[in-house]
């Protein structure tokens, strides 16, 4: 069966300080892969997603970025985090198609202080 | 476009029925059902892909209009796993790869 990890759980970082959120699937070939962004008590914005290595759209200007060396491995980072990136970040896979559900990992809550 | 919600929050006693309805101003390919419970991550329910479908889970069904510019989320019998917050979502491009969440409707059940 598929299963998603993301990590770590929780992290509380100074504003300015760098960011590197990352997200591994295991279980299934050449998935599509999304990082979501949710601020409190708010809905999911799409910040990126991915249909295969190397492959990066992105939804939304800012100072984030995302890259994936593997086929199963989707990274979130920032050079300068701002008090504006804080939030829920929750990194999701699926196989696609025109049903294309997405199952998602446990996220990533974040504080910039 | 966002699909919207409504309504925005509802409280529920235990056993109660309520509707999550989900529009949109142009007609969808398909709708897909979350639900989100505090603190977590959300969790696949339902997809409806065709006009005039209703799909069922449990005590939990939902309905896509004939002219799939609507969809509405039931849930019978409330139990108090229901309380979460209810996405729905839906493709915002024809590659079917970026998934457009709803605004969000927040569900309490209470004893």
């Known amino acids: 069966s598929q299963t998603i990890h993301q990590w770590p759980a929780t992290l509380v970082q100074p504003v300015g300080s760098p960011l590197s959120l990352e997200c591994t699937v295991e279980g299934t070939s050449n998935p599509n892969l999304y990082w979501y962004r949710q601020a409190a008590g708010r809905g999911l914005q799409l910040l990126f997603y991915?249909?295969?290595?190397?492959?990066i759209s992105s939804e939304v200007p800012q100072n984030l970025s995302a890259s994936r060396p593997q086929d199963r491995q989707f990274i979130l980072s920032s050079k300068k985090l701002l008090l504006s990136d804080s939030g829920f970040y929750l990194c999701?896979?699926?196989?696609?198609?025109?049903?294309?559900?997405?199952?998602f990992g446990a996220g990533t809550r974040l504080s910039v202080l | 476009q966002q699909p919207v919600q409504s309504p925005q929050a509802v409280i529920l006693r235990e056993g109660e029925d309520a509707v999550i309805n989900c529009s949109s101003s142009?007609?969808?390919?398909?709708v897909h059902w979350y639900r989100q419970k505090h603190g977590e991550a959300p969790v696949f329910l339902m997809i409806?892909?065709?006009?005039?479908e209703q799909k069922g889970h449990d005590k939990i069904s939902a309905s896509f209009n004939e002219k799939k510019q609507q969809s509405s989320l039931y849930l019978t019998a409330s139990q108090l796993s229901y309380s979460g917050t209810y996405f729905c979502g839906t493709f915002k491009n024809t590659g079917f790869q970026k998934l457009v969440f709803g605004t969000g409707t927040r569900l309490l059940v209470s004893p």
């Open positions: 991915s249909v295969g290595i190397g492959q």
């Open positions: 409806l892909l065709k006009g005039g």
């Open positions: 999701a896979w699926s196989v696609g198609g025109a049903k294309n559900i997405q199952y």
């Open positions: 142009k007609a969808l390919y398909s």
